[in-house]
């Protein structure tokens, strides 16, 4: 295992992940082989051995999901990582990992669908890791990484927070950032003031109160008030953990607001852009879950027009919409997923000077 | 001075099960909290609850109790397992968890050899949801779901559980036992013990089948569910020991 030092390794976005897990203390890693994330579990079925870890390659995503279950109830750190059909698999176990309010951190490489789609990269699943995948009603944390430094650095937050707010969380990337290779700083693990872990299973001693964790509630009331108190833990990471970046929005006339991958070329057409003289900038969510909603209302005081660009149909642009103030414009501009729909920055440059030239 | 002869053991709560009259879920409960406390190991002993009558394992056994999706506690109980290596896990499933929803997460774990133990409980029907056709379900028994009688030729045979997972590498000991009669019940009690020395000797994955019955969703009362454990079950499933690599 490489030990955090700070000198720059070039590695793919997918490896990156796999060794911030490391990093951050994670020894439990269940897997299943599909394309683009296998570079996830091939990582760390060699390390982990070494440091003592458990890999298991697993009979499927739902048997994966379960024992990230299982190993988070004892309060491990534990992690799985897969793509489009493969999280649709685990869709079950994260809704009663949300439902037993436990910790684990999901990957999910995108890849284009619906069903076995393709291998290209997509930002269609941003519905289905944003609004709560599976069945009841929750959130989970999710982080969308755009370069391979952030896969490292969101994969070791992702941990973070998940133990802290007691959720699952996801790392959103595509298989453009888990396939390329970058330089990269191995940060060491943030020093974090983490929760202790009194409601694992963990054998009841005598005079030590059953820990149970389950996410069945058949009391009158019982079921609402978990999802309360939910609600007010959302609340709060809203109010504590909305991450972003923004680049040139001080003067901007027109922002373009992407994520992961879409942001890398928007910032190329953006850069385009300023030498043509627009005055573009752009509006990067870190956290798309929680959604910088706040910074988004803040900046449509002044700046009246977002494109929204998406590879996709059109998914995150409905949280921008719901973000900014009602007299700013949102335009979106998208392509499905698939071979071939990755937009050039000189197409995205037109984007924005058609809608500049419209704003003028 | 009068002399207590029997008691509620340990692991389990002084409280009243949900249990239906007749139900052998309180004998199996009964035997695995016994077996618990004669190796000394409630402080030790993580449970996976699964879905159906036995979700409630948590109110019942006093060991710490993580709830697992419906057919997932064996992949629960692998990944509690390999992070809690020093603690006894196990899981206790019903017939539709085990063997239909979640025949893959069974077959997988049994042959990983992980080591925990499974308990197994065979009523031939779906308790909690009332009564329907389970993957256990006897050749032209009715239920809710197969009101004609279970149509081999359409809906397959019941699987014999006990049987194919013997056949597994990764099995270390394989038994099914029945609670309709005392010798059985005490049989099943050495069986059930020798699924935990199993574990507690880290010889690897051990599985216990319990045949039991369902008076409310069989129709029957209590003596004549028991009496049909009898008469219809064990001639079906034969009682017996499938595996035992270390012949405990």
Redesign the interface.
Known sequence: MPTATLEKIFVKGNEAVAMAALEAGCR?Y?GYPITPQSDIPEYLSRELPGLGG?F?Q???E???I???????????R?MTSSSGPGISLKQ??IS?MAG?ELPGVIVDIMRAGPGLGGIDASQADYFQATKGGGHGGYRIIVLAPASVQEMYDLTMLAFDLSDIYRMPAMVLADSVIGQMKESVTPNPRPQVVLPSKEWV??????GEP???????YLGDGEMEAFHWKMQSRYQELADKECRWEEVCTSDAELIVTAFGSTSRIAKTAIAMAREAGMKVGLMRPITLFPFPRKAYAALSVRCKLFLDIELSTGQMVDDVRLSVARDADVIFYGRPPGAGSLPTPEELFEQIRKNYRACA | MMKQVFTRPESLKDVSTHFCPGCHHGSVHRLVAEALDEFGL?????G??SVGCS?FL?GYF????????HG?AP??????????PD??VFTYQGDGDLAAIGM??I??AAN?GEDITVIFVNNTTYGMTGGQMAPTTLPGQKTSTSPFGRDTSKDGSPFKMAELLSNLDGVAFSARVALNNPKNVLNAKKMIKNAFRYQVEKKGFSFIEALASCPTNWGMNPLDANQRVTDELIPYFPLGIYKNTANM
């Not at chain 1, 059953?210 to 069945?216: A, F, I, P």
């Open positions: 439990c269940f458990e298991i697993a009979e499927s739902i048997g994966a379960n024992m990230l279950l299982g190993a988070s109830a004892t309060g491990a534990a079950e176990g009663y037993s299973v963990r054998g009841r001693a005598d059953q820990n149970v964790v389950k996410s069945l | 409630r402080s030790q002993t993580i996976v609850a979700v948590y006093d060991v710490d109790v993580i709830e697992a999706p997932r992949a629960v109980a692998t990944g509690a397992k390999r992070a809690r603690r006894i893959s997460e077959i997988h990983r």
